[in-house]
């Protein structure tokens, strides 16, 4: 019977995807040995009380999970590792069962994968951080002076991974409390799935999330000019409030950019502290690069090769992760063992496998140059796309100019008006609105000519 058990906990192992967990605990993991089972939990042998400590830290709900999904025709759902001293502990029950809390709601894989451990600190990001911890702590006036914490940015510059490693550090240090996460979209998706059932499942997802301890709340602006979620978010947040739980919210634009929500509820957003998460310069890009490479010790990768990604996607640090993937993918497949990436080899696989715009660096556009281009497209002058005139072929060229801007470059509203004869951030938010509206038809002639244009950049 151990012998099955050792064969379903390594299979549940190698089932685990490679970029959940780190390296160090993945090789602990494989050399990991099933004890037994007593007692409804099945009890598995790692080497050290480090090694211990690192299994049980950010990792142990994604391999639970794993574990679980294995385990379950055995009826076996509680696990945990022990040192060898331990084992004489466990039938005399000296040995305190550590079951996982499950204190991590709506928590994907990929959120709970981050920590702060992996997460490079610099001038970018650090008041973001310094507001997290005094959020967190214990010390009521500091904590009550951020809550609300509001975090705002433009897209891909980490704030998921600031949150995410915020809540499951919350999370591990309160094993007793409840920690929610959701994303705006996400959020809608459910509401209306609770609505189509009836009132009473609206009040049970309210009150489920209204529980929380901590909510976690992305996104926030995916559900503005949506009344009814909008205002359910509303009673959440107060009642959270009011039970003493703390709120992080992020979003593109800052609480006052948010037209779409009545006053009332931009006054709640904006009720604690708002902190804005700028983009990394290139010299903070290659030290999230090294830190990226650093949990990935197989590859090798000169200097030159690291400032080559950070020149093109330091703006970006999502995009620059993706292209890190990718070009480790790449690696992986040569047959040069003893590969080192150099900026060659990434130029080389990019041409190979027909995919430059996504590797090779690219220039980065200006403001001015996506106004023109957009011009010359539709055959108008710049002057007029900037002028105040309301011509109806100039508007339709303004509304996409805005939307370009906001989408491509991540300009804020703010920056847009100004570049546009300084219109206010509320005409800049419903230019971006109709054009999101014409390309949710996709058949639409108007569609198809915008995307004509968006496929541009």
């Not at 240090?173 to 209306?192: A, H, M």
């Not at 993918?329 to 040069?336: E, G, R, T």
Request: hydrophobic share 40%.
């Amino acid at each position: 019977m151990s012998n099955n058990y050792q064969n379903l906990y390594d299979s549940a192992i190698k089932k685990i995807p490679y970029d959940l967990i780190s390296d160090q605990a993945y090789e602990i993991l494989e050399k990991a040995k099933v004890h037994k089972v007593y007692d409804g939990v099945l009890y598995i042998i790692v080497a050290s009380a480090f090694e211990k400590t690192i299994i049980n830290g950010n990792f142990i709900n994604i391999i639970s999970k794993y574990l679980s999904e294995e385990f379950k025709k055995e009826n076996i759902v509680n696990f945990q590792f022990i040192v060898e001293n331990e084992k004489v502990l466990i039938n005399s029950n000296f040995l305190v069962k550590e079951t996982v809390i499950k204190n991590r709601f709506n928590f994907s894989d990929e959120i709970m994968r981050y920590n702060f451990n992996n997460l490079v600190i610099s001038d970018f990001n650090r008041k973001a951080v310094k507001a997290i911890e005094s959020l967190l702590s214990t010390n009521y006036e500091n904590s009550s002076m951020c809550n609300p914490l509001f975090l705002f940015g433009k897209v891909g510059i980490g704030k998921t991974h600031i949150v995410a490693a915020a809540g499951n550090q919350f999370a591990n240090s309160n094993p007793n409390l409840k920690i929610y996460y959701y994303e705006g979209q996400d959020f809608f998706r459910k509401f209306c799935s609770a609505s189509a059932k009836g009132t009473s499942h609206v009040e049970e997802f309210k009150k489920e999330i209204a529980s929380a301890n901590l909510l976690i709340f992305e996104d926030i602006q995916n559900i503005q000019s949506r009344d009814s979620a909008a205002e359910l978010f509303f009673n959440i947040f107060n009642d959270i409030k009011l039970n003493g739980g703390k709120i992080i919210l992020t979003s593109d634009r800052t609480p006052n950019e948010l037209n779409g929500f009545h006053d009332r509820i931009i006054s709640r957003l904006a009720s604690g502290l708002q902190c804005k998460i700028s983009q990394p310069d290139k010299n903070e890009a290659i030290k999230i690069i090294n830190n990226w490479f650093e949990f990935k010790k197989k590859y090798q990768i000169t200097d030159e090769a690291k400032e080559y990604i950070a020149e093109g996607f330091h703006t970006d640090i999502r995009q620059m992760i993706g292209n890190l993937k990718q070009i480790c993918f790449w690696a992986d497949n040569d047959l040069n063992e003893n590969l080192v990436i150099t900026k060659d080899f990434i130029i080389e696989c990019s041409v190979e496998n027909d995919i430059p715009s996504n590797i090779i660096v690219k220039q980065q556009l200006k403001p001015e140059q996506v106004i023109e281009i957009i011009a010359k497209e539709l055959n108008l002058k710049v002057d007029l796309i900037k002028s105040t005139t309301r011509k109806n072929s100039i508007v339709w060229a303004r509304d996409i100019v805005c939307y370009v801007l906001k989408n491509k470059l991540n300009l804020t509203l703010t920056e847009i008006g100004k570049l546009l004869s300084g219109r206010e951030h509320t005409t800049i938010s419903h230019s971006v609105n109709k054009v999101e509206k014409i390309l949710a038809d996709k058949n639409s002639q108007e569609a198809l000519q915008i995307n004509l244009i968006i496929d541009k950049f």
